[in-house]
């Protein structure tokens, strides 16, 4: 699997990272042991616009699968972020509060949003998307939002 | 007869933004700058005069100090200024200013909501108190 995956819809190109999983809504989910880092994908931080707020629920806060675990407001819409994973955040990227613009600048880097310690990894990976899987995905959002 | 200096003036270039409410706020400070706050001291140019290769707008940017507001990362108006030769004293992003002013949510676009109007306010006011510091530091010459 290549470091990122491209596609190039209309004038925009959407990078998807293949070293990670996805959901439906573009929250990305990378796995260290039991540990899994969250963030926005390229494509639906592309498609949301310049980040004003990002809002993530505090360290030790218990997430059920799909629960919400952050909201975001940007330029033209708010969205609420479900979690990939059951589990507990043991840890919120500082620069959410200070510089939420950072999900914008490097989505996959530094723009990551929290880490949850995970109850349930393998079966809460399986509900995830593989990033080729998520590659179709997109393109048939894009595709469809290209239309309109 | 003595001939006086024309008053030096801060020209102010927000972004077209057609279609974007945080471009509708961009515009609406600038014209809150340039009709209520300091009508004096500041002169409004437009983007789109910029992008035809208006003579007497571009003319206007030339040894002026200029301040751009932009309403998204593009940052057209800033681009402009500085691709017809202006000197930017400083551009302003609608959206750094929304994050010191979370209550005042901008909404709509051909008509921005109350909300969207104090922050254009509050932005004039930023940009007025700028306005008032770049003349202090200028002042006594003339241009435009």
Redesign the interface.
């Known amino acids: 699997m290549p470091d990122f995956l491209e596609m190039t819809v209309d004038k925009f190109t959407f990078k998807v990272a293949g070293d990670r999983f996805y959901t439906a809504e573009g929250v990305w989910a990378l796995v260290d042991g039991n540990r899994v880092r969250i963030g926005l994908s390229d494509f639906q931080q592309q498609r949301s616009g310049d980040v004003a707020f990002a809002e993530v629920k505090p360290t030790g806060t218990r997430l059920a699968l799909d629960e919400e675990v952050a909201t975001i407001e940007t330029i033209k819409v708010n969205i609420s972020l479900g979690s990939p994973v059951t589990g507990r955040i043991i840890e919120v990227n500082p620069a959410m509060a200070d510089a939420p613009e950072v999900i914008n600048l490097e989505p996959y880097e530094a723009g990551w949003m929290a880490v949850i310690e995970a109850d349930h990894w393998k079966d809460d990976q399986a509900r995830l998307m593989t990033p080729l899987a998520y590659l179709a995905h997109m393109k048939a959002q894009a595709e469809e939002a290209a239309k309109k | 007869m003595k001939i006086q200096p024309s008053p030096r003036k801060v020209v102010i270039v927000p972004c077209s933004g057609i279609g ?3 471009g509708s706020v961009s515009r609406e400070a600038a014209y809150e700058i340039t009709q209520e706050l300091r009508p004096e001291e500041t002169r409004l140019v437009s983007l789109a005069m910029l992008v035809l290769g208006d003579e007497s707008s571009r003319a206007a940017l030339v040894d002026a100090p200029v301040l751009t507001i932009d309403g ?2 593009l940052a057209c108006a800033t681009k402009m200024v500085k691709e017809c030769g202006g000197t930017i004293s400083q551009d302003f992003a609608v ?1 750094e200013v ?2 010191r002013y ?1 209550q005042f949510k901008p909404q709509g676009i051909s008509e921005l909501n109350e909300s969207g109007l104090q922050l254009a306010r509050a932005l004039a006011e930023e940009i007025a108190t700028v306005v008032d510091v770049t003349l202090a530091e200028t002042g006594g010459e003339k241009n435009g």
Do not use: A, G, P
Request: with cysteine.
């Open positions: 974007k409410t945080y998204c990362k959206l929304y994050r979370k």
